[in-house]
Structure formats: C-alpha cells, structure tokens
C-alpha cells in the first residue's frame, strides 16, 4: 500500500544517496546523543544510568502483509513495539537505530513513507535517530530496529522479580489489536475474491487502530515514577496476557492466580469478538500485539493504584507449586496455558 504514487528507483539513488536522503531530516534532542548519524557509530553518555538495548526484526509475510498495512504505519509500528521493551524494564527510550533491507519492488517514495511514520513515532516519544544500515534484499521488505534507553539501577524491572503476595496489574485494554487483526484478514480475503468491494471498517477504528498503529506505553512509567512505584517485576505483552503471565511467574519461580473478570476488554473488541464466534477472553488471552505493560507490585501500593482508570488489578501472584491458575466468571479454576503468537508456527 503506497500511498504515493510517484515512483523513483532505488538504482537511481544509490545506497549512500539514499542514506543521505531519508535522514537529512533527522535533528537530535536528547542529551545523551554525542554523536548520531554519519560516522562509523553513534556516541552515547549515560552517565550514571544503567543503559537498555533491545531489538526486534520485522519480514514482509511473517510480521505484516503490505496488502492492508500502509508503509507510514509500518515505519511507526515498528519503532513503537521496540520502544515498548526498554518501557517493559522500566526505563525511558532515548535513541533507536534502523536496519532496512529493501527489494526492487519498493521505489524510493516506499522508503520515505516508512520513515515518515518512524520519525513521527521518534518526535512523539523524544527519542533520536542515530544510525541504521541499509541494504538490498532479495525479496520483499526487512526491518529491524534497535532502541536504546536507560533507567537507575535500583528502579529497573526484571521479569524476575514477582514476589508472593504482589498484586498482577495490567494497563489499557485487552485483545483489541488481535480482533483489529481478524477483521483486516476477513476483509483481505473479501477484496482478493472481489476486487470491487471496499473494504467494510465502519465503526471500527478503535480496532483497527490498535492493530496498524499501537502506542507503547512510556505514560505508564512516567505515571508509577510520579506515584513513587518501581514495580518488582513487569514485561510488555506482546504475544498475549497468557504468554506473558506465563513468563513472569516463571522466571520468579512463581504461580499466580488471574480474574477473568476483572481483564480489561473494551467494548468494541468484545463486541467484534462475539461477531467473530470467538470468546472475548480468549482473545485477551492469546491474541498478541497490545503493547499494554503488565507489572506486579507489593500489595502495599493497593490505594496508590486502585482507582487509576488506566490500570487494572487482574489478580496476583502466589507461590510457584499453586501453578499458574485463572478464575472463570463462573467462578471454576482453570490452569493458564499459553498459545502465545508464534511465527514459526506458521
Ligand atoms: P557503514 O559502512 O559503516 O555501515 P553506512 O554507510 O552504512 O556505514 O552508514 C553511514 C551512516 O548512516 C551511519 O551513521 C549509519 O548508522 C547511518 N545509516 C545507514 N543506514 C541507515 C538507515 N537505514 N537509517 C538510519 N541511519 C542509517
Ligand atoms: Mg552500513
């Protein structure tokens, strides 16, 4: 989906060319970038911070499908799910790098709508472009992005540290970015049988949204930062709720016991979900790419968090021989399996 229609060869340009054009636009505004693009490294000064360092890599046909994803989301998207991790240790993201493998088929002007949509996304959470590389792929399109950022040593949340005790807390809502998911695909399969038909996404932005253009979330650092919380464990979800909590109380030797009735579903989601046959809290549960951050906090915070509208207590942890269990709505106990999203399930 290229939403400009001009069309300049790559060929023409050359890799430096291209280099030069798609980040001449860059400014730098963070204090610990010394040194961004144009030398064989970017230069960074933490001082006394910790530094975090996560990547993701992102291919044409295993993680997005050019037939419904346009090029500016896809450039935004990928740096927000990179973003997310260095928020999921509870640290701020100060400075992304972008390795792009590109095939013939892209134009210059594909290239440019992907970094519109990075940069939006780097302007939006303060943080710096200092580096990439770039490069010819034999097929379709390769992205990989590189973020970095920092926190305080002791403020810095492992996915091993849950205790017993702690309340399980979720921010946002759950599942919608899966069921948003669902309904591309549906019309993707519809316009591929009937070219004709305009794709029927009525009334379902907030879906859809969540699929093509997830927000990760820095605000919830900033917001336990400013009630004084540094979580004991926390991760971002990103392969589903189950997956998650599945990781969590496994690498703090840990059990939990999880509410189905109190994860947090919007309405749209649930709705679309019982349009679709499917259990809404399955959806939360297995379907993946919310970028919400699940955390676990001493039961000492309880009044700081009970009333915030952004989080939810969705249970807690337990110690590890009680395993990992859900509470149904019908009040049954199940044990938490995870599906997780997989692509080399595919
Ligand atoms: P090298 O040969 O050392 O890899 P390059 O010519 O690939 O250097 O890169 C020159 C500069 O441009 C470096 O600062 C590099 O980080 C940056 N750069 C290269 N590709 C990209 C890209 N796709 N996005 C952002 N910066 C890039
Ligand atoms: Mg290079």
Known sequence: MFENT????????GEFGLIEHLTKHVEL?????????????????????????????????????????PLKHLGYKAVQVNLSDIYAMNGIASQITIAIGLSSKFPLEAVEEIYEGALIACKKYNVDLVGGDTSASAQGLVISVTSIGYAEEGRISYRSGAQEGDLLCVSGDLGAAYMGLQLLERE??????????????????????????????????????SLSIVPNSMIDISDGLASEIIHICKASD?????????????????????????????CALNGGED????????????????????????GHITEASAGCQMVS??????????????AFKK
């Not at 970038?33 to 000064?45: E, M, P, S, W, Y």
């Not at 927000?215 to 930062?225: C, F, G, N, S």
């Not at 709505?329 to 044990?335: E, I, T």
């Open 188 to 225: 993707k399969s519809v316009f591929l049988e009937h070219p004709n038909i305009q794709p029927d996404l009525e009334g379902k932005d907030y879906i859809v949204e969540r699929q093509l253009k997830p927000e990760a979330r820095k605000d919830i650092v900033q917001l336990l930062d």
């Open 6 to 13: 001009d069309r300049t060869e790559l060929g023409h340009l």
């Open 29 to 69: 505004s963070e204090k610990s970038t010394i040194k961004g693009i144009g030398d064989d490294a970017a230069v960074l000064d933490f001082s006394n911070y910790k530094t975090l360092i996560s990547t993701d890599l992102l291919l044409e046909g295993i993680h997005f499908d050019l037939r419904y994803v």
């Open 329 to 342: 709505k019908s009040g049954n106990v199940h044990p938490i399996t995870a599906q997780g999203w997989n």
């Open 291 to 314: 970028y919400e951050l699940l955390f676990t906090v001493p039961q000492s915070e309880y009044d700081k968090l009970k009333n915030l509208p952004d989080i939810s207590i969705i």
């Open 254 to 282: 840990k059990g939990c016991k999880l509410y189905e009735d109190k994860i947090p579903l919007d309405q749209m989601t649930y709705d679309t979900a019982r349009e679709f046959g499917l259990d809404p809290t399955v």
